[in-house]
């Protein structure tokens, strides 16, 4: 029979190697420091390329953390996060629990700009990068009022907060919003009116739930609520899905989309005329997708602010926009 390396063979023999679990073992500071450590290789164990890297890190670690609303409540949110940090050519790797316990350290701590700038710094030195990379994202719940019925339920909107240190000492603030919104067919309406007038047909014009994914960064020294973020949104589309609906609500989101017809491109320039306008936003990137019920297709659209060095209107992940 042949010898097992892990199992014991059919035949009785034992495996060449025992399998144990010491659930009594303390690991005293004198082990802990004659542990191998992968960082401490030579240079000529370094695979590929000596190159650097750009990002390594890690991605969808969670954990709950504390925002405060705008009106000065403090919520604890499930917390997906995205941390990386830049790799000179001369090191294998890095020490990515590193990363993770620069949270738990200020785990404590209400979710700012200033609080992930000092995460920011702390991982930098931990993990002796250059530059460092931050994103935590969260499913925020406001309560929204009904059109008329005067009721009220949660609306929870996909947000993202993002900070980014470079190397000469630069930190950057950004902010993810998705924004869902029904958008009637401005055409669609005009040939149900004809056939009405011309036909006496009754018709409904075809309208889809949409999406507008908002980034922006903030202005030096500025601060804007995900609650402004979100009534600039409305203010310029103002056809928000509902979540309490009783008929006279239905009627009236009838009656809204018939007020705001909108395609993709008006979508856009509507939400670019609010965020322009506020000053507390340096620039933003704006990609809408409307989910055609007339085609099997979606109509996009993206649009920027424009600021020489910033955003471009390069995005294509429009798939991330199904809603």
Partial sequence: MKQMYLHRSNCGQPPLLKRAYDRKFKPTAAYRASLPDMMEVAHEAIQGAHVPIQ?????????????????????????????TVSLEAELKGINMSRIMRSFYEHKGGVTTGEWMGRILKSYLRNVDSKDARLKIAFSYPMLRPSLRSGLEGYQFYDVAFEGVMTRDGRYRRFIHFDFVYSSACPCSAELSEHARAKRGAY?????????ARLTLEEAEGRKIWIEDVHALCLRALQTETQVMVKREDEQAFAELN?????????????????????????????????L??????????????????????????????VC
């Fill in 55 to 83: 990002q390594v890190g890690i991605h969808n670690f969670k954990l709950p953390l504390k925002y405060r609303t705008k009106t000065g409540r403090v919520l604890t949110l499930e917390t997906s996060v995205t941390g």
């Fill in 203 to 211: 018709t409904v014009p075809h309208s889809q739930r949409s999406k």
């Fill in 258 to 290: 018939g007020a705001y017809l909108k395609f993709v491109e008006d979508a856009a320039r509507l939400l670019y005329l609010e965020f322009d306008a506020d000053r507390r936003i340096r620039d933003f990137r704006i990609a809408c997708s409307h």
């Fill in 292 to 321: 055609e019920s007339l085609h099997s297709h979606d109509a996009v659209s993206v649009i920027c602010k424009g600021v020489q060095g910033g955003f471009t209107a390069d995005f294509m992940d429009f798939g991330s926009l």
